[in-house]
């Protein structure tokens, strides 16, 4: 795994000709950690298609591995990245022997720490830098009121020994922050608990662990109420192994979709793409900003909206982004930020203060990188303002510090295909948490990224 200790790769994005093709990029993260934790929950085998294999992924795999389930590849696939989950049931994982280290994986720790509270068992989780100083406290304030204990580094730091509750309580719980592995982690809890586990959000947040839920049979409800989105489970259901298919991740789409739209005379469909409309925000935005997309195929596999998307190069005009929308975009601010940088005016960006605790200070590593390749932008304390060219190319010609942060590191490979000069990160191996193969297949696109 990328860490301060291992040598990084270094690359450089240079100034491109248009970029064209048919591309399927790796199946989307928050819904490939899911099906290897649900699947693990039921009885039987579930195949999964579409799995995102980078590291993240990997890290759940083989934390379900460590407690007693069966993840693996299929060798025999016809097709890659097919993989198959056999379950212990409800209640039936069990203790791991050693540290289970989940790398950079944000998601995977802490809806598996969600997972470990509702049985009788302890495990100890740990993880790279970027997750070391991830707050963890969010995930355990309500997973504690469910009867599990916690022992971290001070201010609620992995590593972390969590010991699980051997009647976990189920609870009603009203999320301080919008966010859908808080959510996750309680309601993966409530699984195994004797009752309705209740989870009251302020904004809707991704909702793919009610869908998946759901799928495997267990009953879901959702209501709007004038206190947020209430959503309900009842435990102890019995998880009947089905098979899912993991569409494309949006968030992955995101770089090359950007990339097509920045590059003057680009032509390029992303196929397959999750379309869920807790995830779409930046869709929303980048038509505010006068993108062309056009949805093709449109159709649903595995309870999740998926369709192709034909995006063709042309202007864009600032626009400012609510901060009601930051759940559905959460992690695409990066590569709007460079959106922003090459449109006409003003684009603000506001209610972003959660960019602070992702994998790195986002909002403090997409001013600092904007500024070093000539791009003006404001940094407040929950808001960017990035001023764009107008089409025209910033400066480039600087090395960014990607920070064990794979959407800074492909963020500024993006932007540096449409600079006077080229744009270096220092850690290109960053990229295998959430999008092994990146460069390579934005080469194939026709982008300049090389090895330096
Ligand atoms: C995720 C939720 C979001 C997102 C992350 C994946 C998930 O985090 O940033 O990449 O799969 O539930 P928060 O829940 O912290 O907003």
Redesign the pocket.
Same mark, same amino acid.
């Given at each position: 795994m990328s860490d301060a200790n291992t040598t990084k790769t270094p690359l450089r994005a240079g100034p491109s000709g248009a970029l064209t093709g048919a591309v399927r990029v790796p199946g989307d993260?928050?819904i490939s %950690? $899911?099906a290897l934790m649900l699947g693990a929950l039921c009885v039987g085998e579930t195949r999964v298609t579409g799995l995102l294999e980078g590291e993240d992924v990997l890290a759940t795999a083989a934390a379900v591995n460590a407690m007693g389930a069966r993840a693996e590849r299929y060798a025999s696939a016809p097709d890659g990245n097919t993989w198959r989950v056999i379950g212990c049931g409800v209640g039936g994982l069990s203790e791991p022997e050693n540290v289970i280290d989940m790398g950079n994986a944000?998601?995977g720790v802490r809806?598996m720490m969600g997972v470990v509270a509702g049985h009788d068992m302890t495990a100890t989780f740990t993880g790279d830098a970027s997750l070391c100083r991830r707050p963890m406290g969010r995930v355990t304030a309500p997973l504690e009121r469910m009867g599990a204990k916690f022992t971290g580094r001070d201010g609620g730091l992995l590593p972390m020994t969590v010991k699980g509750a051997a009647e976990p309580l189920p609870i009603e719980y009203a999320l301080p922050v919008?966010?859908?592995?808080?959510k996750?982690a309680v309601l993966l809890a409530g699984i195994n608990a004797p009752g309705v586990t209740t989870v009251v959000e302020p904004q809707p947040? $991704?909702d %793919?662990?009610e869908n998946m839920l759901r799928w495997f049979g267990a009953e879901v409800t959702v209501q709007d109420t004038a206190r947020g989105r209430r959503i309900s489970l009842i435990g102890r259901p019995e998880l009947v192994a089905r098979d899912v298919a993991v569409p494309a991740d949006i968030?992955s789409a995101a770089f090359p979709l950007v990339a097509a739209l920045l590059v003057p005379g680009s032509d390029v469909t992303l196929k397959d793409v999750g379309l869920n409309p807790l995830r779409a925000g930046i869709l929303t935005t980048l038509r505010e900003m006068g993108a062309e997309i056009a949805v093709l195929g449109a159709r649903e596999e595995a309870g999740e909206p998926v369709a192709d998307l034909r995006v063709t190069a042309g202007p864009l005009k600032g626009v400012t982004v609510p901060a009601e929308r930051a759940?559905s975009m959460?992690?695409e601010y990066p590569i709007l930020a460079v959106a922003a940088a090459l449109a006409e005016g003003e684009t603000r960006m506001e209610g972003l203060e959660?960019l602070r605790v992702?994998e790195s200070d986002r909002l403090a590593a997409m001013a600092r990188g904007l500024a070093a390749a000539g791009v003006k932008v404001e940094e407040g304390p929950d808001y960017l303002v990035v001023t764009g060219s107008g089409g025209k190319p910033p400066r480039g010609g600087c090395t960014v510090t990607v920070d064990l942060d794979h959407r800074i590191a492909m963020a500024f490979l993006v932007l540096g295909l449409v600079t006077e000069q080229p744009v270096t990160i220092d850690d290109g191996d960053a990229m295998a948490t959430s999008f092994p193969g990146f460069a390579a297949m934005m080469q194939g696109l026709g982008a300049d990224i090389a090895d330096i």
């Open positions: 993260k928050s %950690h $899911r944000g998601t809806l919008a966010s859908a592995q808080v996750s947040t $991704r %793919h662990t968030s759940p959460i992690d959660e992702k």
